[in-house]
């Protein structure tokens, strides 16, 4: 079947007209921004992260009031709780303290959301799919999916986490190269160094491993990444950065502008922001964080709580060099233009290299 209509095959469940979905993004994927893109036939999303039950259930009403198309929730499955080493966080305090915020004594402390709570709240507003992202869902939550009717979309970035996800019940699998922008999604923070696969390679890799549908992520932000994706035997694509610079987005503009003008070059990935790996700019901050002069990170949650004030202020004031500036490898070619119709613009492109 030509890659086009196995695409749209697939994404007709969803009510889709095309099948581009707007990538989970915690911290940067309003309602306003999903309503767009699932207005113009693709499907919104929300990663639902750092988002307490009643901010879940308003973020679905939020869309539901402006959009009736496709959307997904995400969360990240827990990690076991992390070693945690006082001395050494002491170091990285004294050292982020270098980078214009005070950390608080009690930063590392702060704990994630609790996951089950978030679970019941994303499943009592029926979307068409929850993802997971960072390992599985527990075979409670799998259960409770499939009697709720909602599909469950699990983020791989290896063929065996593919292999994984297929037997313990997904009903999809997106597949997470490691051109991507943000954390990467590997399910073992052990042997994640030794994993970062390209999406030409996994995607197929994973297509030929698992009878499921695959969704493709990393590195697309424009027609040529989508028809490439679906040639290699995509049934759709997830894109992040790419929406990133869209006005709906709201991210701080210096971190757009930051987009705007980078090359793939430009982004590095690091644990310097949250303990586990992601990709982002390389901002000063990035740069000198992961220089030989700099404390490793401490692990994730922990080093998320750290830099928490840094972020913040960077964030607050729009200095790049403080922002958790994620970004893929092709953010150069994210476009500041309406979601919508640059949605609608990619699709065209696509759709006349596929023809
Ligand atoms: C700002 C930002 C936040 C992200 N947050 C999440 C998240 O909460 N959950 C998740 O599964 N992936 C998250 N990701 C990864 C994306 O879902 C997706 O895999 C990635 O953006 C695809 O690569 P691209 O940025 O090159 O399009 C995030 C990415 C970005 C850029």
């Not at 697939?10 to 979905?21: A, D, E, H, K, Q």
């Amino acid at each position: 079947m030509k890659p086009i209509q196995r695409s749209l095959d697939y994404v007709s469940r969803y009510g889709m007209s095309n099948p581009i979905f707007l990538a989970p993004m915690a911290g940067a994927c309003p309602a306003k921004l999903s309503a767009e893109v699932a207005n113009a036939g693709g499907a919104g999303s929300c990663g639902a992260l750092l988002m307490s039950p009643s901010q879940i259930e308003a973020w679905a009403a939020d869309f539901r009031a402006a959009s009736d198309g496709a959307f997904q929730f995400n969360l990240w499955v827990p990690d076991a709780d992390p070693i945690r080493d006082p001395d050494h966080e002491a170091k990285v305090r004294e050292y982020l303290c270098t980078w214009g915020s005070d950390v608080p004594a009690d930063a590392g402390d702060a704990k994630p959301l609790d996951f089950a709570e978030q679970c019941a709240a994303i499943i009592a507003t029926k979307p068409p799919i929850f993802s997971s992202v960072m390992g599985l869902f527990p075979p409670n939550i799998a259960a409770d999916l499939k009697a709720s009717g909602i599909d469950w979309l699990a983020s791989v970035t290896s063929v065996d986490e593919a292999r994984q996800a297929e037997a313990a019940g997904a009903d999809a699998i997106l597949v997470q190269g490691m051109e991507a922008g943000g954390h990467r999604a590997y399910f073992d923070p052990i042997d994640a160094n030794d994993r970062l696969i390209g999406l030409v390679s996994l995607l197929p890799a994973v297509i030929d491993a698992v009878k499921l549908p695959v969704i493709a992520a990393g590195g697309i932000s424009d027609g040529r990444g989508v028809a490439a994706a679906l040639c290699l035997g995509a049934s759709a694509v997830a894109i992040g950065t790419g929406f990133l610079r869209t006005p709906e987005a709201g991210i701080p503009s210096a971190w757009a502008d930051g987009i705007g003008a980078s090359t793939p070059e430009d982004t590095i990935i690091s644990k310097i922001f949250s303990g586990r790996l992601g990709r982002s700019l390389a901002t000063d901050y990035a740069r000198a964080a992961t220089s030989v002069d700099a404390p490793n990170p401490a692990p994730y949650p922990v080093q998320r709580g750290l830099t928490q004030t840094m972020r913040t202020d960077g964030a607050k004031q729009n200095e790049l060099a403080r922002i958790q500036a994620w970004a893929g490898q092709s953010s150069g070619l994210a476009k500041a233009e309406p979601a919508g119709a640059l949605l609608k613009s990619i699709w065209q492109d696509a759709t006349s290299l596929l023809d």
